[in-house]
C-alpha cells in the first residue's frame, strides 16, 4: 500500500493504466490541470482521494463511492463540477466531502449516514432537503454559504446534537435573524443577520450590519478537525480620537490550548489603544507612524501582562491604519498580514515567530532552552500573547512593519490566521481573492469582499488546513 502526492504540478491527464494502482491508499492531485479522471475499479484500498483546483467537470459520485468502498474523504472544491442529484452508493463509507466551488444544483444525501462533514460552499443549490439530521446522522460541520438558498428551514428543524458548525451565509435568505441553532453550536455563519453591532464580533458568530457600507470582510470557520474555536477577530474602521486622528483597526488574535487570552486579546484591543492615543496624542495636531507605531507596541504590552491570569495563549496580528495614509503592521506568533498590490505583486507586513527560523532558534537556545520536534513546550510558535509560564522562551516582543499608502499602488490587505498561511503563499492568497472579485461584480462591493473572504477561508480547507480559520479583507481606497 502506498501514498501518491501529486499537487501543485500542471498535469492535465493521467495514464489509462493508473487504475491499476489497486496498493493506493491516497492520491492528491489537488492544483493540478485536469479535465477527466481515470476509471477507479481497480481501487479497493484508497481511503482519501483529494482533487480540488482542477478542471474536472463531471465527477461520478456513484461510481466513485461504489468502486472506492473504503473512501473516508473526498474532496474535489474548486473544479466546475456540475451535478444533477447525484447519487451514492449504498456501500459508501465517505466521512469528510468538500465539494465548494463548482456548479452543482441538487445532490442527494441518501447513504451518507457516516458523513461528519460536508462543504457544498459556492455552488448553485436553491434548497436542503428536509429531515437533513436524519439523512447525516453523523454529521458535525454543515457549509452551505455562497448558494441560492431562499429559506433554511432544514437547518433550523435540525435537532442532531453532533453538529457543532454550520454556515449559510452569503445566500438568498430573508429571515435568517429568526433562525434559532441548537445550543451546542460552537459556530453559526449567517452574514444576513443585522441589527448588531459589527465591532463585537463573538468568536462563534460572525455578525456585520448589512446598512455598514464598508470596504472589509471577514470569514472563519472552526474547521473540520477541530472541535472548539479558539480565533477571535477585531474589526472597527472608525475610531475618532480628535478631529485630527482617525484610525482603522483589523485583528486576528488565534489562540492555543485554549481560547481565554484569544477572546480577552480581541475584548481589549480597542479600549487600550484608544486610551494610550487620548492620554498621549489627543493634543496632537498631526502624528507621524512611529508614534502610532509606538502605542500600537504599547497596548499589546498592556494585554500581554493584564493575560496573566490566563494558563492559555493566543498570536496575534494587528494593523492600524491612521488617518487613511499610514498602515502599522504588528504581530507575535505566526499569523499574518500581506499588502496586494494593484500589479499583482505582495508584500508581506509581519513576520512568522517559529522554532524553525534560525533567529528565533538562536534566541531560544542561548536562553537555554529546547526545541523537539520544532516545538518549544509543545508550541509550534516562538512569540505569543500568554503562555507567561513559557517565559522567556516563547516571547511577546512583537514585529512592526509601516508603509505610507499610496492608493495607486497598494489596493488590498489579507489579514489571516496559520490555518490559512500553512497551506497558501502570500501570492497565492491575494489571487485567490482577486480572482474571486473579478468573477462576482454583483455591485455591492461588500458583499463581494465577503464572498472572496469565503472563498480564501473554503479553498484552505480543501487544501487540507487542519486549523481553525479566520480572515480579513480590507479593500484599500481613500
Request: charged content about 20%; glycine content about 4%.
Amino acid at each position: 500500500m502506498f501514498v501518491l502526492d501529486l499537487c501543485y504540478n500542471q498535469i492535465k491527464n493521467l495514464p489509462a493504466s493508473f487504475h491499476t494502482l489497486n496498493q493506493l491508499v491516497s492520491l492528491d492531485i489537488t492544483r493540478n490541470q485536469l479535465t477527466q479522471f481515470v476509471n477507479m475499479d481497480g481501487w479497493t484500498k484508497i481511503t482519501d482521494l483529494f482533487l480540488s483546483s482542477n478542471q474536472l467537470q463531471n465527477l461520478d459520485l456513484f461510481h466513485i463511492s461504489e468502486s472506492c468502498h473504503r473512501l473516508a474523504r473526498l474532496s474535489a472544491g474548486y473544479n466546475k463540477i456540475q451535478s444533477d442529484h447525484q447519487k451514492w452508493s449504498p456501500n459508501s463509507k465517505l466521512q469528510q466531502l468538500y465539494l465548494s466551488g463548482n456548479v452543482i444544483k441538487s445532490m442527494s444525501f441518501d447513504n451518507l449516514q457516516n458523513l461528519t462533514v460536508l462543504f457544498l460552499s459556492e455552488n448553485e443549490l436553491e434548497s436542503i432537503p428536509q429531515h437533513l439530521d436524519q439523512l447525516l446522522p453523523m454529521i458535525r460541520h454543515l457549509d452551505f454559504s455562497c448558494n441560492k438558498l431562499t429559506n433554511v428551514d432544514a437547518l433550523q428543524q435540525c435537532t442532531n446534537e453532533r453538529i457543532l458548525s454550520v454556515n449559510f451565509c452569503l445566500n438568498q435568505v430573508q429571515d435568517a435573524h429568526h433562525y434559532k441553532p441548537n445550543h451546542l453550536l460552537t459556530e453559526v455563519t449567517s452574514h444576513q443577520i443585522s441589527h448588531k453591532d459589527p465591532n463585537q464580533l463573538a468568536p462563534h458568530q460572525s455578525l456585520y450590519n448589512t446598512k455598514v457600507n464598508s470596504k472589509w470582510a471577514f470569514a472563519h470557520s472552526i474547521g473540520p478537525f477541530r472541535t472548539s474555536m479558539e480565533d477571535s477577530m477585531v474589526i472597527n474602521n472608525d475610531i475618532t480620537i480628535n478631529d485630527n486622528l482617525h484610525l482603522q483597526l483589523y485583528a486576528v488574535f488565534d489562540g492555543h490550548a485554549g481560547e481565554n487570552t484569544a477572546k480577552f486579546a480581541a475584548e481589549r484591543l480597542q479600549p487600550v489603544v484608544v486610551n494610550i492615543f487620548e492620554n498621549k496624542y489627543a493634543q496632537l495636531q498631526t502624528i507621524d507612524a512611529q508614534c502610532a507605531e509606538q502605542a500600537l507596541c504599547e497596548a499589546l504590552e498592556t494585554i500581554d501582562k493584564q493575560s496573566e491570569q490566563f494558563s492559555d495563549g493566543c498570536t496575534a496580528v494587528v494593523v492600524m491604519i491612521v488617518n487613511k495614509n499610514t498602515c502599522v503592521a504588528v504581530n507575535i506568533g505566526d499569523a499574518r498580514a500581506v499588502l496586494g498590490n494593484v500589479d499583482g505583486s505582495v508584500m508581506r507586513l509581519t513576520h512568522d515567530h517559529k522554532p524553525s527560523d534560525p533567529s528565533e532558534r538562536n534566541r531560544v537556545l542561548e536562553l537555554g532552552g529546547v526545541i523537539i520536534g520544532g516545538r518549544i513546550n509543545g508550541y509550534a510558535v516562538s512569540r505569543a500573547i500568554g503562555d507567561h509560564f513559557c517565559r522567556p522562551f516563547i516571547s511577546s516582543k512583537p514585529h512592526t512593519c509601516l508603509v505610507d499608502l499610496n492608493y495607486g499602488v497598494h489596493d488590498l490587505l489579507v489579514i489571516a490566521c496559520d490555518g490559512v498561511w500553512d497551506v497558501h503563499s502570500d501570492l497565492h492568497a491575494v489571487e485567490v481573492v482577486n480572482q474571486c472579485l473579478r468573477e462576482n461584480r454583483s455591485g455591492d462591493e461588500q458583499r463581494d469582499l465577503f464572498r472572496a473572504a469565503q472563498r480564501l477561508m473554503g479553498s484552505s480547507i480543501c487544501d487540507r488546513s487542519t486549523d481553525n480559520i479566520s480572515v480579513i479583507l480590507v479593500k484599500l481606497d481613500h
